[in-house]
């Protein structure tokens, strides 16, 4: 078994089989992602020794006869979640040289299960964007043509497993940050349910939105890391007391019976004509698979880009207050108080973080919140309640997980181009519905000259993961889209 | 002059909840203590960490509403107040803006002269306290001129409710006869040890004046930096002259907030209105609403002690107790519910009263053990009320007993019974001890017999000595006149 591209399923039937020690893995793994990092920039810190201690751990608990889920199973970790110990940044100069001193839950349960954490992915600061370039700490290119961006926020972790980096990642989403990075590094990026993983130890961008997720190269990987991460916990008020239902042994093989809804108002003429050609290929393979397609409707979903960037910048502006140069991170020492806070903020923050928490202020205050964030907040419900009554129609909801494959860096240049790569993952975000992204084919992009890889978005009625998880498993199984394409050789193994 | 204006007076209370645990973490919320040692990553405010509300406050807080019959609407929620400050971690504070678990509710005090008032509460609502700090280099604590400032976080997050009152009050007298009244009711309810010193009261007046029969409310100052009743008294006071002098003279009184200067006895001004934040209040999205369960309702409130003001009541009108001692017994809730169980065993309110504020808060202030708290049961004490009632013993006698009592319990009868202490009123019996009184103590017959009346004092006392107490002292006195006489 090679542990660079083995599945997590595979390593830790070995490990657990005591066929191959979790160290022996780790020792492959450490050199080798080492190596490929320099080229890729997935990771900005890795975390050699503390890799080794969770084997030597994982060694010894399956020497008492233990069975773990993951046991062995390199994981990366974005660097917005808690890690007692490691530096955890958010990929901005405010938390540089932060060390966490506690771990959060979903990393915890994740470690719990066996996994081996290789280090702290780069993100797109406090995971505010879609390309990964709003990172102020490294530059995260993307496997499969190191002159494209790996998509965003979860950047590193998408681009770590896509770039056989890591086994399995974890992500967070709040409008599409999982699922858009996952379709530009031909993964497979799942978003639960809102509420499903907690949030505690996750550093918070937007509340009411965000969500951890893992990135595997295929599907029973995701479900084996989100079986392991999620569940009711008590540190998390919002997340949601009922028993998580096991999804990785529960996976399915064809679709009969399943209506897959197609939205009305994403018309694939939207798209270029590659990349429109490989979606509607990739709907006929989900009839193929005995799926009843049906067309529904989302008439609110094109509010979805306006509604979500005022309630999550809203949300941003009041979570980011607490950096403020006084109890950790960066500080620029001021006259007083007042000049402190604003040379700290200053210098901490990146253009983005700044635009969104301008954005977010101006839309709570006094004689614009009725007309902002109030309304933005009916949108929210309206959006919801149309997937209520598309869901009435069908089982699951098709679509493109993100606007276009993976562009140039710095293609992008202002916001608005860049907030609409978001566009079929925001109103799904809005709804708190579970959705993931899986690769569905392949467009040659604009300027590009490898084709890059497409990610198709399920998304399913709230709580429903075991059956969105089978429906992805069984259009894995049937297309293998990840297996066709390679990530560019980065070392000579 | 003065008497041409009325005050019109409002009073925002915040008080901190005696809970073992802080609002939204398990540290301890402990008064004092090392700085930053009652911290953890969520009252730090640290990156990732999340709020979880805390049941028992959420209770305590309906308790107090229903103590003011207030409504306890059947959903609430938790908003953030947004502003900068160095103490507060977040730099928001997780508070109710406009659905707080108790709307309205009316606050029933007395005077010292024992008039009744009341004051409307507009609400009461549930939020964090701060940490606190301290600005050093500038010699007075102050933050002007100070070089750097420390903070200490064990407060951040304390549970803090906060009373808003109607201006509802008119004078600095019913302002402090409110606040005691939140006070003994919050100690009885044990939502909070009510310490101004300590920090777990604090209150912020808005006082204006107009004159008497003036349709509008004047323009008011926010009143700050009183701790003690006293100083809300004199603060007011103050704080009136000043609004008055003011308009007197000409001038206009400005909507700002005003600290008061406790050693020179005024209040200076702050900061004016026009310098108010914008809170941008925002429903908090790392808690789900409340939804309160009608059950829960019912069961704090039928666990509820009565309210002080319901002690108030009947100790004054149904038992004709005066204001001062009903306020004495009210202001200990334990001693309060003590009477309250003798009085229902006895039904004799005016015999007890002489016993708890009496002989049994004296053994207790001997020992430094709160009365309600030692060997003497309300049982107990009820049947000691009676015996004496029914003059099967003295008070002297009922005082001994008493005594025995609190030093090892058990039942007065039996104390009384066990050692033969049943009062003597058979003449013969007391005839015996009055002539070998007077055969002991001819000297003192002849005095006064001489016109000397209190000798008489002198013999009752050889007489119930010689019957180690147990004489009906009425009969004894009625024995010696007679006995002396016929000499």
């Known amino acids: 078994m090679d542990p660079v591209r083995a599945s997590a399923r595979e390593i830790a039937r070995a490990v657990n089989a005591r066929e191959v020690s979790a160290l022996e893995i780790t020792e492959t793994m450490i050199p080798h992602v080492a190596a490929v990092d320099e080229h890729l920039g997935a990771y900005l810190t890795l975390t050699p020794e503390l890799m080794r201690e969770h084997a030597r751990r994982v060694d010894a608990r399956v020497a008492a006869g233990e069975s773990l889920p993951l046991a062995g199973v390199p994981a990366a970790i974005k660097d917005n979640m808690c890690l007692l110990g490691t530096r955890t940044t958010c990929a901005s100069k405010i938390l540089e040289h932060w060390i966490a001193p506690y771990t959060g839950t979903a990393v915890e349960r994740l470690l719990a299960a066996g996994a081996l954490p290789i280090g702290k992915t780069n993100m797109d600061e406090f995971a505010m964007g879609s390309s990964g370039e709003n990172s102020a700490l490294g530059k995260t290119k993307n496997p499969y043509d190191l002159d494209r961006v790996p998509g965003g926020s979860s950047a590193g972790s998408a681009a770590a497993v896509g770039g056989f980096a890591a086994t399995i990642s974890t992500g967070s989403d709040t409008g599409g940050s999982i699922r858009e990075p996952a379709a530009f590094c031909n993964v497979v990026g799942f978003k639960p349910t809102y509420g499903r993983v907690s949030r505690y130890g996750l550093i918070a961008f937007a509340s009411s939105l965000d969500q951890i997720g893992p990135f595997a190269r295929t599907v029973e990987d995701a479900a084996l890391a989100y079986d392991a991460m999620g569940g009711y916990d008590p540190m998390d008020s919002t997340s949601v007391d009922l028993p998580l239902q096991l999804t990785a042994g529960h996976l399915r093989e064809e679709l009969r019976g399943v209506r897959v809804g197609i939205v009305k108002e994403f018309a694939t003429s939207d798209l270029a004509p590659d990349v429109a050609t490989a979606y509607e290929r990739a709907y006929a393979d989900l009839a193929a698979l005995g799926a009843e397609l049906v067309e529904v409707e989302l008439p609110t979903a094109k509010y979805g880009l306006s509604t979500y960037y005022l309630i999550a910048p809203a949300e941003c502006s009041s979570n980011l207050a607490r950096f403020d140069g006084v109890r950790y991170g960066l500080r620029v020492d001021g006259a007083d108080v007042g000049e402190m806070y604003e040379k700290t903020r200053a210098a901490g923050f990146g253009p983005e973080v700044k635009r969104r928490i301008l954005i977010g202020t101006y839309a709570l205050s006094s004689g614009y919140y009725d007309a902002y964030y109030v309304k933005a907040q009916k949108a929210r419900t309206r959006i919801a309640d149309d997937f209520r009554r598309a869901f009435e129609n069908c089982d699951v909801i098709a679509s493109p997980a993100a606007s276009s494959p993976a562009f140039a860096f710095n293609a992008k240049s202002d916001p608005y181009s860049m907030y609409l790569m978001d566009y079929y993952t925001i109103p799904v975000s809005l709804a708190g519905l579970p959705s993931l992204s899986i690769p569905c084919g392949s467009a040659l992009p604009e300027g590009g000259s490898r084709p890059m890889p497409l990610g198709l978005q399920l998304a399913s009625p709230l709580f429903t993961e075991r059956a969105l998880l089978g429906y992805a498993h069984a259009y894995e199984a049937a297309t293998q889209h990840a297996a066709k394409l390679a990530p560019v050789q980065m070392v000579t193994s | ?487």
């Open chain 2, 1 to 487: 002059m003065r008497s041409k204006y009325e005050a019109v007076i409002g009073i925002e209370c915040h008080v901190e909840l005696k809970t073992a645990s802080k609002m939204f973490c398990g540290c301890p919320n402990e008064f004092g203590g090392e700085p930053n040692t009652k911290v953890c990553p969520v009252c730090l405010a640290l990156p990732g960490a999340l709020p979880v509300p805390n049941a028992k406050a959420i209770e305590l807080m309906i308790a107090a509403g229903l103590a003011f019959d207030a409504e306890i609407p059947a959903f609430s929620k938790f908003d953030r107040k947004n502003y900068f400050y160095p103490d507060m971690p977040k730099n928001y504070q997780i508070s109710q803006f406009d659905m707080p678990l108790t709307q309205g509710g009316v606050v029933h005090y007395w005077l010292p002269d024992g008039t009744k008032k009341s004051c409307r509460l507009t609400r009461i609502h549930l939020e964090e306290d701060t940490g606190k700090s301290t600005h050093a280099g500038s010699g007075d604590g102050r933050i002007a001129g100070s070089s750097y400032s420390l903070v200490d976080f064990n407060r951040a997050g304390v549970p803090l409710m906060e009373c808003v009152g109607e201006p509802d009050i008119r004078s600095a007298e019913e302002a402090v006869g409110y606040l005691e009244a939140l006070k003994r009711t919050f100690v009885e309810l044990g939502v909070s040890d009510v310490k101004m010193e300590e920090g777990s009261l604090r209150c912020d007046a808005n006082v204006s004046v107009r004159l008497h029969g003036a349709p509008e409310y004047g323009t008011k100052a926010e009143i700050k930096n009183m701790n003690s009743f006293r100083s809300v008294h004199d603060a007011i006071e103050s704080e009136i002259d000043r609004q008055i002098a003011v308009i007197e003279g000409g001038g206009r009184v400005i909507q700002e907030t005003r600290g008061w200067d406790e050693a020179a006895g005024i209040t200076h001004s702050m900061r004016s209105k026009e310098q108010a934040h914008d809170y941008r209040y925002f429903p908090e999205p790392d808690l789900v609403p409340l939804e309160l369960d009608r059950a829960l309702i019912e069961r704090i409130r039928a666990a509820m002690p009565p309210v002080p003001f319901e002690r108030f009541e009947r100790f004054t009108e149904r038992f004709g107790i005066s204001v001062v001692q009903t306020t004495q017994l009210v202001d200990n809730p334990p001693l309060a519910a003590f009477f309250d169980r003798v009085v229902a065993i006895c039904n004799a309110p005016a015999a007890a009263l002489n016993f708890v504020l009496g002989d049994l808060s004296r053994l207790a202030n001997e020992s430094g053990t709160p009365a309600a708290d030692g060997k003497v049961t309300p049982e107990a004490l009820a049947e000691l009320i009676a015996l004496t009632e029914a003059k099967t013993i003295n008070s002297k006698i009922a005082k001994d007993v008493l005594a025995r009592l609190w030093a090892n319990g058990g039942s007065a009868k039996g104390i009384v019974e066990a050692e033969g202490l049943a009062q003597v009123s058979d003449p013969g019996a007391i005839a015996q001890f009055v002539d070998d009184v007077l055969a002991a103590n001819a000297e003192s017959v002849v005095q006064f017999k001489a016109g000397k009346e209190n000798v008489l004092k002198f013999l009752v006392g050889q007489v119930m000595k010689t019957s180690r107490g147990k004489a009906n002292p009425e009969l004894v006195e009625a024995l010696l006149r007679e006995k002396i006489a016929a000499r």
